[in-house]
């Protein structure tokens, strides 16, 4: 529990210092790829990967640049959505990517939600509408943004099925990283160049970087070693400290419809997050009870 708090801290500070970064004028092309080229370096210097670099070979080098380019994608629309629109904004559709993860699943991997967790996702899409106001005043197309944010995380994590489970966790992120970073290199020039920056925003880039490697081994840790439907719960203290830092920070106070918004995603996500819980009880009932005892429906 205390990892996955620790996990949505550093996460809600990722976002709030790039939010930051941006406003004072940095690109937001070169806020992601400094988080990449730091954890590529760290790796190499010390993790010693230079020493050993058959344990860093990617194996099924596809699915690691599917996985690159759709966090590529996922951290611009971002960060760029970040530029105009509350941090608890962002958060909130965050929140109901999940959902989309469930409802792709099926068509793309064969794993078919039941219809009570279609239902939370339509629910949930109901919230996500709520806090976009498509077609009336407040509307912003940096919504949209944050939406394609959501699709392109869902599509990463899809792809990450497709990498062997004997591939440690290190390969796969430091594969991705690696794979963000040459890709950064080559956007950097076309999209502006390497821009001078204070101090200030040096160091929040630094910062930034760090929070990302910190807030991924939490999570790591804590999906080992802790009950999964459990801790995936604490993911919503995110929106507490989105709402907490952007009010003291950027003089953000959320209004009614983004606030009846979050609400209806975050109670579509937990009830969802139940029904996995239950569904995953049947099956392991149905695994040990043989398959003439099998239940049908699940």
């Known amino acids: 529990m205390l990892l996955m708090l620790c996990v949505y801290v550093c996460f809600t500070f990722l976002d709030t210092s790039s ?16 988080r990449f ?24 080098l596809p699915a690691h640049i599917l996985r690159g380019a ?20 962002t958060t909130s559709i965050y929140f ?10 099926g068509p793309l991997l064969g794993e078919w939600a039941g219809w009570r967790r279609w239902l ?6 109901a919230g996500v509408l709520v806090i976009v106001r498509p077609g009336f005043e407040g509307f912003s197309i940096y919504s949209l943004l944050a939406l394609a944010s959501v699709a392109c995380c869902a599509v990463r994590d899809l792809s990450t099925r497709r990498i062997p489970q004997a591939i440690p966790t290190l390969l796969v992120s430091t594969a991705t ?28 880039l630094a910062l930034a970087a760090v929070l990302v490697l910190i807030g991924y081994q939490f999570i790591i840790m804590a ?40 609400a209806i995603i975050v109670g579509s996500g937990l009830y969802a997050l139940y029904r996995e819980r239950i569904v995953g009880r049947r099956q392991t009932a149905a695994e040990s009870a043989g398959p003439d005892m099998a239940p049908d429906g699940i």
């Open 223 to 262: 999906m080992r070693s802790g009950d999964i439907s459990f801790i995936a719960p604490f993911r919503y203290t995110a929106l507490l400290w989105s709402i907490l830092l952007g009010l003291v920070i950027f003089g953000d106070v959320p209004d009614l419809p983004m606030t009846l918004g979050a």
């Open 96 to 105: 109901f990517g999940p959902m989309v993860i469930t409802a792709l699943a």
């Open 120 to 125: 939370a996702i339509a629910v949930g899409f």
């Open 177 to 204: 990283a690696l794979a963000m970073t040459v890709l950064g290199a080559a956007l950097l020039a076309p999209m502006g160049g390497w821009t001078p920056m204070s101090g200030k925003a040096t160091a929040l």
């Open 19 to 34: 939010k930051y970064l941006v406003l004072a004028g940095v690109s937001a092309l070169i806020v992601a790829w400094a």
């Open 37 to 60: 080229i730091v954890h590529v370096l760290l790796v190499g210097v010390f993790l010693r990967g230079w020493r050993a670099p058959s344990r860093f070979r990617a194996r099924n």
């Open 70 to 89: 759709f966090l590529f994608g996922s951290t611009m629309c971002n960060i760029f959505a970040l530029r105009t629109l509350q941090l608890a904004e």
